[in-house]
Nanobody
Framework: QVQLVESGGGLVQAGASLRLSCAAS????????MGWFRQAPGKEREFVAA???????RYTDSVKGRFTISRDNAKNTVFLLMNSLKPEDTAVYYC??????????????????WGQGTQVTVSS
């Protein structure tokens, strides 16, 4: 069983930056594919960014050039650095994990474990 705990959300103004963190339990974190998803009120959960166990990355088009996903295997943590935030980035952000996957995963149903989420609110 893998436990994921997100942190770093908050209320910021448009144009600001935030860095989300997701700490994972388990001794094989380096073999996990990790992803970030978000869900705004009344909308479906959508893919934001993903990183494979080999650190290959994928991003949804709306965040390319603004968001960066990275991982620190020594700390069992994946990060999402969000720059130039926009009001439309407002959502609950979730991290997800899939053990032993060498490619980035963009489909929510492919992940095995999920965190509880952290709220990001961007005011205009």
């Amino acid at each position: 069983q893998v436990q994921l705990v997100e942190s770093g959300g908050g209320l910021v103004q448009a144009g600001a930056s935030l860095r989300l963190s997701c700490a994972a339990s388990g001794r094989t974190f380096s073999s996990y594919a990790m992803g970030w998803f978000r869900q705004a009120p009344g909308k479906e959960r959508e893919f934001v960014a993903a990183i494979s166990m080999s650190s290959s990355t994928r991003y949804t088009d709306s965040v390319k050039g603004r968001f960066t996903i990275s991982r620190d295997n020594a700390k069992n943590t994946v990060f999402l650095l969000m720059n130039s935030l926009k009001p439309e980035d407002t959502a609950v952000y979730y991290c997800a994990a899939k053990p032993f996957r060498v490619v980035p995963i963009t489909i929510p149903d492919d992940y095995d474990y999920w965190g509880q989420g952290t709220q990001v609110t961007v005011s205009s």
